[in-house]
T-cell receptor, first 115, second 112 residues
Framework: DAGVIQSPRHEVTEMGQEVTLRCKPI?????LFWYRQTMMRGLELLIY????????DSGMPEDRFSAKMPNASFSTLKIQPSEPRDSAVYFC?????????????FGPGTRLTVT | AQSVTQLGSHVSVSEGALVLLRCNYS??????LFWYVQYPNQGLQLLLK??????LVKGINGFEAEFKKSETSFHLTKPSAHMSDAAEYFC??????????FGKGTKLSVKP
């Protein structure tokens, strides 16, 4: 299995620009998670989906952030407009949520720098 | 509400010494507990997990953890540290509903 795939691996953009991060979960998994990691705040859950439906988006920092999962094999996290404080590593993770199992598999992350 | 506390943001040990990384959790229901490792510039990888059954859980790379309900702890240990163990370690708790709560992480340094 190829694991969770994220693209791009690195993104540098100017403040005010739109940024789109992409994630392909492991085939057959039914849950997908977006995290943000910074030195100051550690690992934060932004949003997660179950069977392509957003379950909890309480971690999305503000309306500039949006996430979609149009099908079971693809999700996007969009930031518009981007700001320097959005600079972070963004991880996507997926899992097969069966009764009692929460094991998540992480992608390699996208390092976002907003100048 | 569930929470995870990792004691010590940085731990330094000598090569060959015991590794002990501490994790305490708070949960109103029987928890599912996890340890993840993150090497520089990589995503998190699962080290080990506890769901039910035996309270001593063995993971990859010689790590193990023991679930102690009375102490609400799930400390991670390894008898002999190796240079390749240098990484950041995250403890996490789940409820079987898909969402994991992660601790702040502990960076492990291994001195030669």
């Amino acid at each position: 299995d190829a694991g969770v795939i994220q693209s791009p691996r690195h993104e540098v953009t100017e403040m005010g620009q739109e940024v789109t991060l992409r994630c392909k979960p492991i085939s057959g998994h039914n849950s997908l998670f977006w995290y943000r990691q910074t030195m100051m705040r550690g690992l934060e859950l932004l949003i997660y989906f179950n069977n392509n439906v957003p379950i909890d988006d309480s971690g999305m920092p503000e309306d500039r952030f949006s996430a979609k999962m149009p099908n079971a094999s693809f999700s996007t996290l969009k930031i518009q407009p981007s700001e320097p404080r959005d600079s972070a590593v963004y991880f996507c993770a997926s899992s097969l949520l069966l009764a009692g199992w929460d094991e998540q598999y992480f992608g390699p992350g996208t390092r976002l720098t907003v100048t | 509400a569930q929470s995870v506390t990792q004691l010590g943001s940085h731990v330094s040990v000598s090569e060959g010494a015991l590794v002990l990384l501490r994790c305490n959790y708070s949960s109103s229901v029987p928890p599912y507990l996890f340890w993840y490792v993150q090497y520089p510039n990589q995503g998190l990888q699962l080290l080990l997990k506890y769901t039910t059954g035996a309270t001593l859980v063995k993971g990859i790379n010689g790590f193990e953890a023991e679930f102690k309900k009375s102490e609400t702890s799930f400390h991670l240990t390894k008898p002999s540290a190796h240079m390749s163990d240098a990484a950041e370690y995250f403890c996490a708790v789940g409820r079987g509903q898909g969402n994991l709560i992660f601790g702040k992480g502990t960076k492990l340094s291994v001195k030669p």
